[in-house]
């Protein structure tokens, strides 16, 4: 089956263009079919929107080899800015993703122009220097703890001071791990609240199993 598609849509305002400009247009907004772009050029020629059109796929060809040729020969004497240039590209195709959202034949259409902007809205925050998402990461070592007014955004009592024993806690963890800890006030324990365990008692240097004997145990020969 013969392909009937076309370029028409793609292609910008071919007045005062020639068509080998408009057919490398073409080819850079990812239309690859040789002969539809041919006959997209043909019927511009004939509404008058150019002065001239290809004869077949042969000549686009040729005329988007020549025309990317040159492309690459100005660039490589471009002094303009390259950034600027590249905002510009995505400013414009923010506009064509918008007029998509607008005016799509079918919501799947209008949902891709609006995925679309947002892609581009991204890019273009980035290409700016502005930050639109930040990433916390956790790395071993160090427990670093930043002050929270936890009383500030829990409105339950009881939950913010839990919070707040939470959060001490943490801290006097990265005392104990080596890491920079910071000095704290008191802070409300909740009622209920289990003690903490007792730490065992240490074994001085003469108690414990392993001690020498001493005083009427001194005489009496050990047992091995």
Not at 59 to 74: G, P, T
Not at 150 to 162: E, G, K
Request: proline fraction near 5%; glycine fraction near 8%; charge should be negative.
């Amino acid at each position: 089956m013969p392909d009937t598609t076309t370029a028409t849509e793609e292609q910008p305002d071919g007045i005062g263009q020639s068509w080998e400009y408009l057919a490398w247009r073409m080819w850079c907004a990812g239309t690859r079919n040789l002969s539809a772009i041919a006959r997209s050029l043909q019927e511009m020629e004939a509404a008058g929107r150019i002065d001239a059109s290809p004869h077949d796929h042969r000549n686009v060809k040729r005329a988007i080899q020549r025309e990317s040729k040159l492309a690459r020969e100005a660039l490589d004497g471009d002094e303009t800015d390259a950034l600027m240039e590249y905002i510009a590209g995505l400013e414009e195709q923010f506009g064509e993703a918008d007029r998509l959202m607008r005016t799509g034949d079918n919501d799947n259409a209008k949902l891709g122009g609006l995925k679309v902007k947002v892609d581009l809205l991204a890019k273009l925050a980035a290409a700016k220097g502005v930050v639109t998402e930040r990433k916390a990461e956790q790395h071993s070592g160090t427990l670093a703890i930043t002050n929270v007014d936890v009383a500030a955004v829990v409105d339950n009592a009881a939950a913010a001071t839990a919070a707040c024993v939470l959060l001490d806690a943490l801290g006097h963890s990265a005392d104990d791990t080596g890491g920079a800890g910071e000095t704290r006030s008191a802070l409300p324990v909740p009622s209920g609240a289990a003690p903490l365990a007792a730490e065992p008692e240490a074994h001085g240097s003469d108690s414990g199993p392993d001690a020498p004997p001493h005083g009427d145990d001194a005489a009496a020969p050990r047992e091995e």
